[in-house]
């Protein structure tokens, strides 16, 4: 059996059964007005973060959601977007999709302004979309492409570029982890599949969705994730995993290279009223401004001891220059 096979066994149970334990279930579910979450959507939360965020969901957005769990965010989504079909749910598990179908159906019960048809479920594997291209504004997943080894996750960053309008966004939730992991792990199919050996660097993560195009890329937020230690794994080592969110954005690459927002902040606190690059940057005296990796290393490089450059947050919330 490959990995790939043994993770659809695995979220085949988690159909069927509920698995309150698998993934990240206890993270906060984000609530908005009108809106009622079944509680088997919530024990079906197999994800490690949110990929739902209303500034993204402006102007009735049509959204690609890989991995449809018990459907959770799959309602979510359709609370932004309320027309027949303009939500899409990819799921390669055929028990998965059911469960999701009969959730929406109790879903509709609780929430007056939802029905089903507000998605389309379809089956289908993220290695091969059954999506047209450039049709879609938002795509997301949660906590599934940290599964895939590399030629898989690379195929799969494809398939959501591919499908992606321009400038439209992909919006994920994925564990990273720092320290290396030993061969035993990587190659442990269930751990991969429970989205902890598959678990990379961030700074990999991010280039791997830069060579595939994106042009912009936003980590959103930073949280402790798990951790895998020597009396339950199979390492001589405590390993930290973290989850991420972040969102890729289908902008042109500029010829300098991506723009990466980590959370970092310029504050120019001189004795004038701005300071100008004449670079397309606009300091005003002692108010931060958001700035890309890129700006801030650049601004960093010009040696003022009147400009300070804020460390990596690794939470950006918008706004901000490249």
């Known amino acids: 059996m490959s990995y790939l096979e043994t993770t659809k066994d695995v979220y085949r149970k988690a159909a069927l059964t509920p698995d309150v334990g698998l993934c990240c279930t206890t993270n906060p579910v984000w609530q908005f007005p009108g809106l009622e979450i079944p509680s088997i959507m919530k024990e079906m939360n197999y994800g490690c973060g949110s990929t739902v965020h ?110 992606l309008k321009p400038h439209g966004r992909l919006v994920m939730s994925d564990p990273v982890c720092e320290q290396p992991m030993n061969e035993t792990l990587r190659n442990d199919e269930r751990l991969r599949a429970l989205c902890l050996s598959g678990s990379i660097p961030l700074k990999e993560y991010v280039k791997m969705l830069t060579d595939v195009g994106f042009g912009t890329i936003e980590i959103r937020a930073k949280y402790p994730y798990r951790i895998l230690d020597s009396a339950h794994y199979e390492t001589d080592e405590t390993i930290f995993i973290e989850s991420v969110e ?68 690794f939470h950006y919330n918008g706004g901000g220059c490249c």
């Open 54 to 163: 209303p500034a993204d969901l402006i102007n009735n957005p049509k959204i690609l959601y890989v991995g449809v769990g018990g459907g959770m965010e799959l309602l979510q989504f359709a609370y932004f977007s309320r027309e027949e079909g303009n939500v899409v749910g990819i799921d390669v598990v055929d028990e998965m999709l059911e469960s999701s179908r009969k959730n929406f159906i109790e879903a509709e019960e609780t929430n007056p302004w939802f029905k089903s048809e507000f998605v389309n479920l379809r089956k289908g594997d993220a290695l091969n979309l059954p999506v047209e291209d450039e049709s879609i504004d938002v795509a997301a997943q949660n906590c599934l492409f940290n599964i895939f080894k590399t030629n898989e996750l690379r195929k799969a960053l494809e398939e959501m570029y591919r499908v």
């Open 246 to 313: 972040v969102c890729a954005i289908k902008d042109p690459m500029p010829e300098d290279g991506p723009c990466v927002f980590t959370g970092k902040s310029a504050i120019y606190f001189g004795n004038e009223e701005y300071f100008d690059d004449k670079k397309g940057h606009v300091l005003m005296n002692n108010q931060p401004l958001s700035v890309c990796d890129k700006t801030a290393g650049a601004l960093g490089s010009l040696g003022r001891e009147d400009i300070f450059i804020s460390e990596s947050t």
